[in-house]
């Protein structure tokens, strides 16, 4: 198949793209060993609580009892090797009920929509304040964090201010620097 780029186009393209990789390689440098979420959960900053991980994992250990109360049928819906049925399903079960979310953002972007700055300040001061609340509790899950918008043209500034807004009240109500 051919490209529509030349190999002159190409190189150039490659050759600053790899120059850029070589940077981002040399900064980070690989798998630290660290434990890593298998999952992140997105959920939209206007609907973020302090103990939204705790609800979704009932939900999800609520849907797991449901729709899969025995090994032979998790197996079944999954097919699943017989003979690591009830290992697979034992391994699940006891991940869903201590700790069915592993990650957590706070969404600004996809899952938040556009809206007026003042609805957004709103939401940013609430979902840092829960927090803050959550970490008090320890009520969020273990990897937690925001997502906002592009750094476009366009949203930039919506973005830096949400991220400023975001930490400056977290830190704020948390009485220490968060993690940023």
Do not use: C, W
Request: aromatic share 8%; hydrophobic share 40%.
């Amino acid at each position: 198949m051919t490209t529509s780029l030349s190999a002159e186009s190409f190189d150039k393209i490659t050759g600053r793209l790899r120059l850029a990789m070589a940077g981002f390689s040399k900064r980070y440098r690989g798998e630290t060993g660290r434990r890593q979420p298998v999952h992140t959960v997105y959920g939209g900053a206007h609907l973020f609580k302090s103990d939204t991980a705790v609800r979704l994992g009932q939900l999800a250990v609520r849907s797991f009892d449901t729709f899969a109360p025995d090994a032979a049928s998790f197996a079944a819906a999954l097919d699943l090797p017989e003979n690591m049925a009830d290992t697979i399903y034992a391994r699940v079960g006891e991940k869903l009920s201590r700790e069915a979310v592993e990650d957590f953002r706070i969404d600004f972007e996809d899952g938040y929509g556009t809206r007026p700055d003042a609805e957004e300040d709103r939401h940013v001061v609430v979902a840092a304040g829960e927090v803050a609340k959550g970490m008090a509790d320890g009520t969020l899950s273990p990897f937690i964090g925001i997502r906002i918008k592009t750094f476009s043209d366009e949203l930039m500034s919506r973005s830096i201010r949400t991220l400023d807004l975001f930490f400056d009240d977290a830190n704020r109500q948390n009485g220490r620097r968060a993690a940023g």
